[in-house]
């Protein structure tokens, strides 16, 4: 493996040599201008290397590209890191002319070409669809002279597809992120000897910059990987351990252990439902309020998300008096006397007819498209009113989380604002403004984590992850009932592309809670249906205390091990008749967790599942979490033979702790 690592770091710094370098006359991106495909070497280009700067693990540098004739300057900042096999760059295009440009289009921030002979192997993943095939993995085949594409729909970021790839041509191996929350495709072309060119960008650009005016593209990530493909996918989660994922106060990064009620609820409620998780000894982390708590609808007692109007709110950023008649400064220090953190839900980019923002501010508004507007976060004095409004929210009420939701695609707003000379730019605009929307509230309230939700799991980019932690990653689990297989398959697919996510347990079921383990859980009566009784919706009546007790135990025990490297185990499948296992181990602590699934139909009792990551002739002592005592293995039959686990009932779980017992 040290071998493998050595060999992608020197791949990664000779490429990005080879691709930056003054005397390139290729760098990887390219766009149209003037009609025609800009070629950078050209005359009329002035290029400047501007110089590098090493800090830290990264080192820095600019290409910029000046054109004589216009003033267009086109400016591609390099990130090289030096303690991973990866280079990211994005491009920043500004007029420094005294006339609107030519039409720049077409932008792809990639665009290259990998050497290869035969066939080559992409491997890609579904986003999010509020499907049971949510994150689901994809092996594709390119034979020379073929094409596929992905993309995302509807302008958010994991709609349908993750913005995430991993290409073998044979000679080449690299792992590709984009950076970007609103639409992108990504389109491979093998050519006649195998050698594929990669292309990637938003889908539409089309625009003139005027004077003065500067946009970014979408944002860029290769690594670049030796040995298994598996090998690549923890390359890639470490690499976002240590450069995409938010980090509080120095603290290494985590998901907490979550409770989630409903938002229209009394405040007397909330804060008992907060204290019983402390007076029953259950560690909880973090209190979450979801929607509906917000505006001024008249109250429901026995409200839930299916039999109450709380869409109709959006765009009244305070607490509902008749819920929260002291507002939700209570429940924020009762959370914070009781050590938990405190999760509120809002959804700023939709704006509702005839609520505040509508009648007060419409100039901050694009729209509406039936009975919703667009808040227009490409508008600066628009998003600094935001801003104080949402932060004076979280002020108020001692908020730790900030959950951002977004349950309306954004795309017609954009085509409605652009012109046919400005075409994707309401889009750059807006993804822009979403940035700089997070980064001050996050300035404004140090060590607030944010919680990216977007219909469930509909933004999770390069870019969103080095700003929050999706834990809600799919609407899936938002219906009574779901079959837990759905988030097995969640944590299956997306661990290996996303180190930090968490699924949903809603039912005191043992093999329903593992199902969203590791990274994170979060339990919640919300997803009950619209005719349950008041009293399900309180974790009392939910969840045995016992139960949550041992749960909450396994769960605290087991999270450190989400920063480690994953294995699935057993091939990715949603049938019911068939075994999941998976495998997350610590390099650096000799140690790990193994999760196993008997599902509801399986005819097998029994498995045997070959270890990763294990040392050489070495012992290792397993702990059953299900009363089956320890026992040593040796690591050769753990690789060869596999290890064998057995499960009665169906369906049914096994869960296993593992630690290093003695060294070869």
């Given at each position: 493996?040290?071998?493998?690592?050595?060999?992608?770091?020197?791949?990664?710094?000779?490429?990005?040599?080879?691709?930056?370098?003054?005397?390139?006359?290729?760098?990887?991106?390219?766009?149209?201008?003037?009609?025609?495909?800009?070629?950078?070497?050209?005359?009329?280009?002035?290029?400047e290397l501007l110089t590098a700067t090493a800090a830290g693990?990264?080192?820095?540098?600019?290409?910029?590209?000046?054109?004589?004739?216009?003033?267009?300057?086109?400016?591609?900042?390099?990130?090289?890191?030096?303690?991973?096999?990866a280079v990211e760059w994005l491009l920043h295009f500004e007029?420094?002319?005294?006339?609107?440009?030519?039409?720049?289009?077409?932008?792809?921030?990639?665009?290259?070409?990998?050497?290869?002979?035969?066939?080559?192997?992409?491997?890609?993943?579904?986003?999010?669809?509020?499907?049971?095939?949510?994150?689901?993995?994809?092996?594709?085949?390119?034979?020379?002279?073929?094409?596929?594409?992905?993309?995302?729909?509807?302008?958010?970021?994991?709609?349908?597809?993750?913005?995430?790839?991993?290409?073998?041509?044979?000679?080449?191996?690299?792992?590709?992120?984009?950076?970007?929350?609103?639409?992108?495709?990504?389109?491979?072309?093998?050519?006649?000897?195998?050698?594929?060119?990669?292309?990637?960008?938003?889908?539409?650009?089309?625009?003139?910059?005027?004077?003065?005016?500067?946009?970014?593209?979408?944002?860029?990530?290769?690594?670049?990987?030796?040995?298994?493909?598996?090998?690549?996918?923890?390359?890639?989660?470490?690499?976002?351990?240590?450069?995409?994922?938010?980090?509080?106060?120095?603290?290494?990064?985590?998901?907490?252990?979550?409770?989630?009620?409903?938002?229209?609820?009394?405040?007397?409620?909330?804060?008992?439902?907060?204290?019983?998780?402390?007076?029953?000894?259950?560690?909880?982390?973090?209190?979450?309020?979801?929607?509906?708590?917000?505006?001024?609808?008249?109250?429901?007692?026995?409200?839930?998300?299916?039999?109450?109007?709380?869409?109709?709110?959006?765009?009244?950023?305070?607490?509902?008096?008749?819920?929260?008649?002291?507002?939700?400064?209570?429940?924020?220090?009762?959370?914070?006397?009781?050590?938990?953190?405190?999760?509120?839900?809002?959804?700023?980019?939709?704006?509702?007819?005839?609520?505040?923002?509508?009648?007060?501010?419409?100039?901050?508004?694009?729209?509406?498209?039936?009975?919703?507007?667009?808040?227009?976060?490409?508008?600066?004095?628009?998003?600094?009113?935001?801003?104080?409004?949402?932060?004076?929210?979280?002020?108020?009420?001692?908020?730790?989380?900030?959950?951002?939701?977004?349950?309306?695609?954004?795309?017609?707003?954009?085509?409605?604002?652009?012109?046919?000379?400005?075409?994707?730019?309401?889009?750059?605009?807006?993804?822009?403004?979403?940035?700089?929307?997070?980064?001050?509230?996050?300035?404004?309230?140090?060590?607030?984590?944010?919680?990216?939700?977007?219909?469930?799991?509909?933004?999770?980019?390069?870019?969103?992850?080095?700003?929050?932690?999706?834990?809600?990653?799919?609407?899936?689990?938002?219906?009574?009932?779901?079959?837990?297989?759905?988030?097995?398959?969640?944590?299956?697919?997306?661990?290996?592309?996303?180190?930090?996510?968490?699924?949903?347990?809603?039912?005191?079921?043992?093999?329903?809670?593992?199902?969203?383990?590791?990274?994170?859980?979060?339990?919640?009566?919300?997803?009950?249906?619209?005719?349950?009784?008041?009293?399900?919706?309180?974790?009392?009546?939910?969840?045995?205390?016992?139960?949550?007790?041992?749960?909450?135990?396994?769960?605290?025990?087991?999270?450190?091990?989400?920063?480690?490297?994953?294995?699935?185990?057993?091939?990715?499948?949603?049938?019911?008749?068939?075994?999941?296992?998976?495998?997350?181990?610590?390099?650096?602590?000799?140690?790990?967790?193994?999760?196993?699934?008997?599902?509801?139909?399986?005819?097998?009792?029994?498995?045997?599942?070959?270890?990763?990551?294990?040392?050489?002739?070495?012992?290792?002592?397993?702990?059953?979490?299900?009363?089956?005592?320890?026992?040593?293995?040796?690591?050769?039959?753990?690789?060869?033979?596999?290890?064998?686990?057995?499960?009665?009932?169906?369906?049914?779980?096994?869960?296993?702790?593992?630690?290093?017992?003695?060294?070869?």
């Open positions: 493996m040290e071998q493998n690592d050595t060999n992608a770091q020197k791949h990664a710094e000779e490429w990005t040599s080879r691709a930056f370098d003054a005397a390139a006359n290729t760098p990887p991106f390219s766009f149209m201008f003037d009609g025609e495909r800009v070629l950078l070497s050209q005359s009329r280009w002035e290029r693990r990264t080192r820095e540098f600019a290409c910029v590209f000046r054109d004589r004739h216009t003033g267009l300057v086109c400016t591609c900042e390099v990130n090289q890191f030096l303690d991973f096999p007029n420094t002319g005294s006339n609107a440009t030519p039409i720049i289009g077409d932008i792809l921030p990639l665009d290259t070409v990998f050497a290869g002979a035969g066939a080559s192997t992409i491997r890609h993943a579904n986003g999010s669809l509020c499907r049971s095939d949510d994150f689901a993995p994809h092996e594709t085949i390119l034979n020379p002279g073929g094409t596929l594409r992905i993309g995302t729909t509807g302008g958010r970021s994991s709609n349908g597809a993750l913005p995430f790839f991993s290409l073998h041509t044979g000679s080449e191996r690299v792992i590709g992120g984009i950076g970007w929350t609103g639409n992108w495709q990504c389109t491979f072309t093998a050519n006649d000897t195998g050698g594929v060119r990669v292309s990637a960008g938003m889908q539409k650009t089309h625009l003139s910059l005027l004077p003065g005016e500067k946009i970014r593209s979408p944002r860029m990530l290769l690594l670049f990987w030796n040995g298994e493909p598996i090998d690549g996918q923890n390359a890639l989660r470490r690499f976002l351990l240590a450069h995409h994922t938010p980090v509080a106060a120095g603290n290494p990064p985590e998901v907490p252990l979550s409770f989630v009620g409903w938002g229209e609820n009394r405040s007397e409620r909330q804060i008992a439902k907060a204290r019983w998780f402390a007076l029953q000894e259950i560690p909880l982390e973090n209190y979450w309020i979801d929607a509906g708590w917000h505006g001024d609808a008249e109250f429901c007692d026995k409200a839930t998300v299916f039999n109450t109007n709380w869409g109709a709110h959006v765009g009244n950023w305070w607490p509902n008096k008749s819920n929260y008649p002291e507002g939700l400064a209570p429940i924020g220090k009762t959370t914070r006397e009781l050590g938990m953190k405190f999760t509120l839900w809002f959804e700023p980019e939709r704006v509702f007819k005839e609520t505040f923002l509508t009648r007060k501010h419409p100039e901050w508004l694009s729209g509406p498209i039936g009975d919703n507007w667009l808040f227009d976060l490409g508008n600066p004095e628009a998003r600094a009113g935001l801003v104080d409004i949402i932060s004076s929210v979280i002020t108020e009420g001692g908020i730790s989380v900030y959950r951002q939701d977004f349950n309306m695609d954004p795309e017609p707003f954009w085509n409605s604002m652009d012109t046919p000379e400005r075409v994707g730019m309401a889009e750059i605009r807006h993804i822009e403004g979403l940035y700089a929307f997070w980064d001050e509230l996050m300035d404004r309230h140090p060590g607030l984590l944010i919680d990216n939700c977007s219909s469930g799991g509909r933004r999770i980019d390069l870019e969103t992850i080095s700003r929050s932690i999706p834990l809600w990653r799919s609407d899936f689990q938002c219906y009574p009932d779901f079959d837990p297989i759905g988030m097995q398959g969640q944590t299956q697919g997306l661990s290996l592309w996303v180190p930090l996510s968490a699924g949903c347990c809603d039912r005191p079921d043992t093999y329903a809670f593992r199902s969203t383990l590791i990274p994170g859980a979060t339990l919640t009566t919300t997803v009950a249906g619209p005719d349950e009784p008041e009293g399900y919706r309180t974790p009392w009546d939910a969840f045995p205390v016992e139960w949550l007790q041992t749960m909450a135990k396994q769960y605290r025990e087991l999270k450190p091990y989400a920063l480690g490297d994953f294995y699935p185990l057993i091939s990715f499948s949603l049938a019911d008749d068939v075994w999941a296992a998976w495998q997350f181990h610590r390099a650096d602590l000799d140690s790990g967790v193994i999760l196993a699934f008997r599902r509801q139909k399986s005819p097998y009792p029994e498995v045997r599942v070959p270890l990763k990551g294990v040392l050489p002739n070495a012992r290792y002592r397993f702990q059953s979490y299900d009363g089956l005592g320890t026992r040593i293995w040796r690591s050769g039959d753990l690789t060869a033979e596999g290890f064998s686990i057995t499960i009665g009932q169906r369906p049914g779980s096994r869960l296993f702790r593992y630690e290093l017992a003695e060294k070869a």
